[in-house]
């Protein structure tokens, strides 16, 4: 199987394509440290393995189209961090573009291909939802009306613009997802080895948590799940609160929890973004569960566990 992944170098797709390239899949991941159409396989992956191709994710198709032909599936994780940096004018800009020029580019490609494949996996966020307290919110829940609920509003049209070229449309709704290097909880840590960890703001908020190994296991499913399409919430089927992911952390590090954050402390340390990361979205992955998908971490307490050892 010929697989393309767009972010594939990252936090989440790193890992992706890793457990397909180990099955001996054809893995070829976009990247712009390489000029747009330039191939360099990567040592130590063997054949067919990973090959890491250049692209331009800048709303045009480029000769990305001849990349994508005759692959079976396209992963769009594509697009800059929202937790890096404050969010100025120009940075929720560069959020803005990084995504929707990047899947446009994609979208453009696969219009001008050949043989296109037959699933597209464009990811999206549980901030879809906006910020709805303790509602539980299935893939069927309205859209939110802040920033980053407009961002994946828009960021899922895009993708959806593939719809007369792919068979199937998947939009990846991800929570936090867990894992002790990188990601949320790598940020988290720290203030809790420094015994100053707990809630932030009311701590009331809910948090739509997944493991990485589960986030990477769903991915795959999904592309041998022919039946599911549209959006689907990557997310625990527990979700849990600030304060409840807090205490469950400072018991897997032996820590208390007892230091909270409070809000007027991170507006002042975050601006806007604070406003994110105080929202909560209770969502539940409705579809995934119905469809048959089996969680190998399904609560925060065995996740832990898992991430940190008994």
Partial sequence: MKVVIAGGSGFLGNPLAWAWAEEGHDIRVLTRSLAPGQAQHESGTGKPGITRVGWAPDGTAGPLAQEL?????????????????????????????????????????????????????????VGYYGDRGSE????????????????????????LRAAGTVRRIVLL?????????????????????????????SGRQYMPW?????????????????????????????????????????RALRRPALVPAPR????????????AVLAGQRAIPARAQAAGYHFRYPEIDIAFRGIFGD
């Fill in 173 to 201: 709704r991800t929570g936090l997802v867990l894992e002790k290097a990188g990601g949320v909880l790598g940020k988290m840590i720290l203030p809790f080895r420094l015994f100053a960890g707990g809630p932030m703001g």
């Fill in 210 to 250: 997944i493991h990485r190994h589960d986030w990477v296991e769903m991915v795959r499913w999904i592309n041998d799940t022919p039946s599911l399409c549209g959006p689907v919430n990557a997310t625990a089927p527990h979700p849990v609160t600030n304060s409840e992911f807090a205490h469950a952390l400072g």
């Fill in 264 to 275: 007027f402390a991170m507006s002042i340390v975050l601006g806007e973004m604070a406003g």
């Fill in 136 to 159: 539980a919110l299935t893939e069927d829940s309205t859209p939110g009306t802040d920033f980053l609920a407009g961002l994946c509003v828009d960021w899922e049209a895009e993708a």
């Fill in 69 to 125: 032909d005759g692959a079976s599936l396209v992963v769009n994780l594509a697009g800059e961090s929202v937790a890096d940096g404050r969010w100025s004018a120009a940075r929720k800009q560069a959020l803005r573009d990084s995504r929707l020029n990047a899947t446009r580019s994609i979208v453009t490609a696969l219009a001008g291909t050949p043989r296109p494949p037959a699933t597209f996996i464009s990811g999206s966020a």
